[in-house]
């Protein structure tokens, strides 16, 4: 059972209205066939997760909806995504699922951090170099 708490060991910061959304995303049918596997990796995620209102998410920090760009440190290439629900992505416009590896990645992480995580063709790590927008530090909370 998912519960709102505060852990450390891996400190990524979610709001109260993405935790209760992601939440719901995770316990629900719809994508437990098909995304049985990234949605485990996402119930992890919120399972060690620090919830706060809101208001008090810091402005470096990658919240739902966030604009962020990300510089692969293999290849050394950027990239700009902005981290949606699934039934908001696509990727060829940029907007990003929560529920790809990237996007479960990027969930809560700060500007700056180095991200580490599995994707289809292998191991990944990028940096966090940019936040172009976040909806808090906007004032933007009906998103």
Do not use: W
């Not at 060690?48 to 990658?62: K, S």
């Amino acid at each position: 059972m998912l519960t709102k708490q505060t852990v450390s060991n891996r400190q990524i910061v979610i709001t109260e209205s993405d935790f209760d959304r992601l939440k719901a995303l995770v316990e629900s049918p719809r994508y437990r066939e098909t995304h049985a596997s990234l949605l485990a990796v996402l119930r992890q995620e919120l399972d060690r997760c620090l919830v706060v209102p809101a208001g008090q998410v810091p402005p470096q920090v990658v919240t739902m909806r966030s604009t962020v760009s990300v510089r692969d440190l293999r290849f050394d290439e950027s990239d700009t995504y902005t981290l949606v629900y699934p039934e908001e992505a696509d990727i060829d416009n940029g907007r990003l699922s929560v529920l790809a590896p990237l996007g479960t990645a990027l969930l809560g992480v700060r500007l700056g951090q180095t991200i580490k995580f599995d994707a289809p063709a292998g191991t990944r790590r990028l940096k966090i170099e940019k936040i172009h927008y976040q909806p808090e530090s906007a004032g933007d909370y009906h998103l």
